[in-house]
């Protein structure tokens, strides 16, 4: 069984940096596909990044393309979600997702594990 384990996240202003870490445990690690989600107060999950285990490419959300960035570390079992500039409007609880198929998607149903979920605030 995979369990992933998050860390990070907290309150921070606007324009600062924020990386946010997932531990996965339970398969190998280097052949799932990642991703992260977050959900904002009354509102549904959304989808921000992924990143393929084949070549490691990352993919983004067009409301964080060029302000966050995925990375993993295959030998330690860890991705990353680093986060710059943040904004009031990234204010939500991230999670980090597991995919078996190695692909990632943008579809939340197409992950099978999840972390438990990290409180991200962004004051103004």
């Known amino acids: 069984q995979v369990e992933l384990v998050q860390s990070g996240g907290g309150l921070v202003q606007a324009g600062d940096s924020l990386i946010l870490s997932c531990a996965f445990s339970?398969?190998?690690?280097?052949?799932?596909?990642m991703g992260w989600f977050r959900q904002a107060p009354g509102k549904e999950r959304e989808f921000v990044g992924a990143i393929r285990w084949t070549d490691a490419t990352a993919y983004y959300a067009d409301s964080v393309k060029g302000r966050f960035t995925i990375s993993r570390d295959n030998a330690k079992n860890l991705v990353y979600l680093r986060m710059n500039n943040l904004e009031p409007e990234d204010t939500a609880v991230y999670y980090c997702a597991a995919d078996r198929s190695g692909v990632g998607s943008q579809i939340k149903s197409k992950y099978d594990y999840w972390g438990q979920g990290t409180q991200v605030i962004v004051s103004s």
């Open positions: 339970g398969r190998t690690f280097a052949s799932y596909a």
